[in-house]
């Protein structure tokens, strides 16, 4: 048995970025039935997932190829140490500020990769990609008006703007590391992911973990589907596909967590964050459909 990684920029590489995305966007239902501290859950996440992904390397008798490529290798520990910070940061802001509030300001990171997405990759920014991503940004702004409205700031903000920091960072990193491909891209990613979350854990509190019986089932749903399946189908994904397709269609975590959140959690969504959700949807859709095809980043050998 062996794992192959996607090729080109396909139907493959779209398919397995959205429901990467899904999984992602059911996290924070998933996290509101643990009773710990967001760092405490971020831990755990990655060390489940981790060792899941490990795990199937390992059973798959997949070999390393990193020490081929030490750059690659760097870029995806860079991309990993920038994953943990930003879940931790955007956990703290969750505690904080709450679900919208924290939203808001994490998916102010796909502005900062459409920005520099000229310099570092090279794409274009064409009229439809920027007239989808303003409808875009108008649709988060409606989906999360409310929470903005009540002006809550400080500390929770701040995690808040430095978690979209770390997405771009993470977003960046990942696809310059175009050599190291397969499971063995998000495997490293969440193996240097797991080593900074841990060594945060550790200064702050040392050792102790204390787990309630009741969040084993959600603790291990969230390492093993959302983190380590839904990093596998990311990190394959993000780097066959141009950095402002992730931008704009990376929305569509928010937004599956409003859904997710009014499904499960019971709540409702006014008629502003429905129309915010029509915006998010058609304006990624926009984006994609009537712009020009652009060129995806060369493959390293």
């Known amino acids: 048995m062996s794992i192959r990684p996607l090729r080109g920029a396909g139907k493959p590489a779209y398919l397995s970025y959205f429901i990467a995305l899904l999984l992602f966007g059911s996290n924070g ?11 405490e859950i971020v831990l755990l996440r990655c ?39 930003g879940w931790m ?11 919208s509030m924290a939203s808001l300001a994490y998916y102010c990171g796909p502005v900062i990769i459409m920005a520099v997405s000229p310099l570092f990759f090279h794409e274009p920014l064409t009229r439809p990609k920027i007239t989808g991503f303003l409808v875009v940004l108008a649709g988060v702004c409606l989906v999360n008006g409310q929470a ?3 002006g809550r700031m400080g500390w929770g903000l701040f995690c ?11 977003v960046i990193f990942s696809k310059k590391a175009t050599a190291i491909t397969g499971l063995e891209n998000p495997m490293l990613q969440l193996t240097a992911s797991l080593i900074t979350v841990a060594v945060f854990v550790v200064c702050k509190k040392g050792f102790a973990l204390e787990i309630a019986r009741e969040d084993w089932p959600p603790i291990l749903f969230l390492g093993l589907v959302n983190t380590g399946i839904g990093c596998f189908l990311y990190f394959t994904s993000i780097s066959r596909l141009p950095a402002q397709t992730v931008a704009i269609c990376g929305y569509l975590e928010p937004l599956s967590a409003v859904i997710f959140s009014a499904l499960f959690l019971h709540e409702v969504l ?5 129309l915010g959700a029509f915006l998010i949807l058609g304006g990624a859709a926009a984006g994609e459909l009537f712009s020009h095809k652009p060129a995806v980043v060369p493959r390293r050998s």
């Open 89 to 99: 940061f955007l956990y703290e802001a969750y505690r904080q500020i709450g679900v």
């Open 270 to 274: 006014s008629p502003a964050q429905v």
């Open 160 to 170: 808040g703007f430095l978690s979209a920091l770390m997405f771009a960072v993470l």
């Open 29 to 39: 239902t998933v996290a509101s039935a643990i009773a710990l501290s967001s760092y």
């Open 47 to 85: 060390l489940i997932g981790c060792v899941f992904l490990w795990g199937v390397f390992l059973l798959t008798r997949q070999k390393l190829t990193l020490g081929r490529h030490k750059v690659d290798a760097l870029f995806l520990a860079a991309s990993g140490a920038a994953m943990g910070l």
């Open 148 to 150: 903005a409205q009540e």
